[in-house]
């Protein structure tokens, strides 16, 4: 059984920061890919950042240059630090990563629950 939790989500001010941690746990072989998807009220889920497993980033628009995506390949972690948050930031985090669960040779995607990042005065 293949876990992603995530953890970090909160209230914060207009033009602060906040640090997502994702970590992936269970029978897992390997991971490729990792990202941070989000999902605000009414809105679809769209792509946050994304990091292949030799540090390739990719991230959206709306946020280039405010937010880092990180990853500790040893430790099956994914990060995500959020800096100048503007209340359009507001959205459900989640976790996601493309991994090969021990045993098999096929690459699924898996999903943390999701937190939730809340930009407001």
């Known amino acids: 059984q293949v876990q992603l939790v995530e953890s970090g989500g909160g209230l914060v001010q207009p033009g602060g920061s906040l640090r997502l941690s994702c970590a992936a746990s269970g029978s897992i072989f390997s991971i490729n890919a990792m990202g941070w998807y989000r999902q605000a009220p009414g809105k679809q889920r769209e792509l946050v950042a994304a990091?292949?497993?030799?540090?390739?980033?990719d991230y959206a628009d709306s946020v280039k240059g405010r937010f880092t995506i990180s990853r500790d390949n040893a430790k099956n972690t994914v990060n995500l630090q959020m800096n100048s948050l503007k209340p359009e930031d507001t959205a459900v985090y989640y976790c996601n990563a493309d991994l090969i669960v021990a045993g098999t040779y096929v690459g699924l995607d898996y999903w943390g629950k999701g937190t939730l990042v809340t930009v407001s005065s």
């Open positions: 990091i292949t497993r030799g540090g390739s980033t």
